[in-house]
């Protein structure tokens, strides 16, 4: 193959590698676009969405992006970078949103099932620390959900760590610290 028949078939072989990476991103942008068709931030108490954007601005949390992509797209590594790349460009409200509806709290995927597999109540009825020790879940941590001791100082600890961050009124952080804790006894099975 002569020197210019080798950079004419380079350059075509660009083109169509282009062409085809630019049909896969839009078949992926839709996928994208269609998952975020879920309830607005209304649909949860006020203060459910403020909590998971502070907790997500703690140094050792990972990104709340890469949680909904792998939610999304668990066996797919391109389309979950594509999801994670898109999420990074998407309004920090619909990020949150689609956190709350698809991250994996646990074995249940959604806040709206995590609240009632792990304390039996409506998400509505979260307290703050409830709502904290879900964000840990979905973050991998080793949240101890079947010791209530263990899982009561987790949740004093992450009240602790906002508070000091000026996330929290000092009202709000005595009154849930001194909040029982109320795990479910009996988990609802996972389907």
């Not at 080798?6 to 991103?25: D, K, N, Q, Y």
């Not at 992926?28 to 998971?52: C, E, G, K, M, Q």
């Not at 790349?85 to 995590?114: D, M, N, S």
């Amino acid at each position: 193959m002569t020197f210019k028949a080798r950079h004419i078939f380079m350059l075509i072989a660009v083109i169509v590698l282009g062409i085809c990476v630019f049909v896969v991103f839009l078949d992926y942008r839709d996928d994208f676009r269609r998952a975020l068709n879920v309830p607005p931030t209304s649909h949860y108490a006020d203060d459910i969405p403020n909590l998971v954007t502070a907790y997500y601005t703690r140094s050792d949390a990972s990104d709340m992006e890469w949680s909904v992509s792998e939610a999304l797209a668990p066996d797919q590594p391109i389309r979950r970078l594509v999801f994670v790349l898109l999420l990074a460009y998407t309004p920090e409200e619909k990020r949150v949103v689609a956190f709350l509806h698809y991250a994996p709290f646990g074995p249940v995927q959604g806040i709206e099932r995590a609240s009632l597999y792990h304390f039996d109540i409506h998400h509505s009825k979260l307290t703050a620390g409830e709502v904290l020790l879900l964000c840990d879940l979905a973050q991998g941590a080793d949240v101890p959900m079947n010791d209530p001791i263990a899982a009561l100082e987790r949740r004093d600890a992450l009240l602790s760590d906002l508070y000091a961050r000026g996330f929290l009124s000092q009202a709000v952080y005595r009154s849930e610290c001194d909040r029982a804790l109320s795990l479910s006894v009996n988990p609802i099975p996972v389907k």
